[in-house]
């Protein structure tokens, strides 16, 4: 079974960086799509950005720009580089894998798309 934990989360003031880091357990690591969602108190989840086994990356229009995702799949680890942070960022910020489809080219942005989770790290941007 797969499990995933991030870290990295923290408080930052609007206009800095944070990187958020997931570290997975399973085997299988380099051959499913990754995801970083993020929930904010009152709100549904959301898709932020995610990257498919073979590297290509999808964003949110919200964080297109601003932030990037990466993988290093000789560690293990899915990486969520964020900069110029805004309040509207804050939020509990989840990575998942979609390890049910192996080797497939699709991102999904819905979380129903997703198998496993993290417990997630909280990210608050203050101003």
């Known amino acids: 079974q797969e499990q995933l934990v991030e870290s990295g989360g923290g408080l930052v003031q609007a206009g800095g960086s944070l990187r958020l880091s997931c570290a997975a357990s399973g085997r299988t690591f380099r051959t499913y799509a990754m995801a970083w969602f993020r929930q904010a108190p009152g709100k549904e989840r959301e898709f932020v950005g995610g990257i498919s086994w073979s590297g290509r990356t999808y964003y949110a229009d919200s964080v297109k720009g601003r932030f990037a995702i990466s993988r290093d799949n000789a560690e293990n680890t899915l990486v969520l580089q964020m900069n110029s942070l805004k309040r509207e960022d804050t939020a509990l910020y989840y990575c998942?894998?979609?390890?049910?489809?192996?080797?497939?080219?699709?991102?999904?942005?819905?979380?129903?798309?997703?198998?496993?989770w993290g417990q997630g790290t909280q990210v608050t941007v203050s101003t």
């Open positions: 998942a894998a979609d390890h049910l489809r192996p080797y497939s080219g699709d991102v999904p942005v819905n979380a129903s798309g997703y198998s496993y």
